[in-house]
């Protein structure tokens, strides 16, 4: 089955600067890799996310890159700020399958 | 627009008791509705997916007679824990998707504590 891992499990930015998130996966049938926020004492939510038909998609401060060849994307997160800091999971699913498989999270602080 | 409902959000019971969480989509029909359980500092796992009007498909290793899901509606699934024990404690996730072309969306979690 599928197998996703993320890295790093911590991060720690000042605000202002870049972080960026990596996660590879194993199964080469994905094509759709969500990334989600996840703040204390909540659920998931939904921030960006790719298909593999594309390679990179942007969203104002917030990017996300795939190489499916190595088989592995990355979050990028520009000028952060404090309300950046949450768990941020990586994830991978066949498309219309829907079952999602997660990394095991990045704790993200923005420094002020 | 899409948003998905968690009842109640936080349950303390005693060993033995049943507990029913509820998930609804407020604002779209979930055509399946996913239960996720999360431990402390770490990721998501997937305990069953389940379709409306269809029996729920659990995880390896998941005790479907102690995890009772029931999707009677498009809008609402539940997630029944049978005579919990300290070891279910838990936070449990719920997330809804319209279709197989739509991302999933996530519940606020229900934190679960059996003294």
């Avoid at chain 1, 499990?9 to 590879?24: F, M, N, P, R, Y």
């Avoid at chain 1, 890159?65 to 991978?92: G, M, R, W």
């Avoid at chain 1, 699913?93 to 990394?103: D, H, N």
């Avoid at chain 2, 055509?31 to 995880?59: C, D, H, I, V």
């Amino acid at each position: 089955g599928e197998n996703v891992e993320q890295h790093p499990s911590t991060l720690s930015v000042q605000e202002g600067d870049s972080a960026v998130i990596k996660c590879t996966y194993s199964d080469s049938a994905s094509n759709y890799f969500p990334w989600y926020k996840q703040e204390l004492g909540k659920g998931p939510q939904l921030i960006i996310d790719i298909r593999s038909n594309v390679g990179e998609k942007k969203d104002q401060r917030i990017a996300v890159t795939l190489n499916k060849t190595a088989k592995h994307f990355s979050l990028h997160i520009t000028e952060t700020q404090p309300e950046d800091s949450a768990v941020y999971f990586c994830a991978a699913s066949i498309w219309g399958a829907q079952k999602l498989v997660f990394g095991q999270g990045t704790r993200l602080t923005i420094n002020p | 627009g899409a948003v998905v409902s968690q009842h109640p959000s936080r349950v303390i019971c005693k060993s033995g008791t049943s507990v029913k969480i509820e998930c609804r989509s407020l604002d779209f029909q979930a055509t399946t509705m996913f239960w996720y359980r999360q431990f402390p500092k770490q990721s998501l796992m997937l305990m069953a997916t389940s379709n409306e009007g269809s029996k729920a498909t659990y995880e390896q290793g998941v005790e479907k007679d102690k995890f009772l899901i029931n999707h009677a509606s498009l809008t609402l699934s539940t997630l029944t824990v049978t005579s919990a024990h300290p070891e279910d404690s838990s936070f449990y996730i719920c997330s809804a998707a319209t279709g197989g072309d739509q991302p999933q969306h996530f519940g606020d979690g229900t934190r679960l504590s059996i003294l």
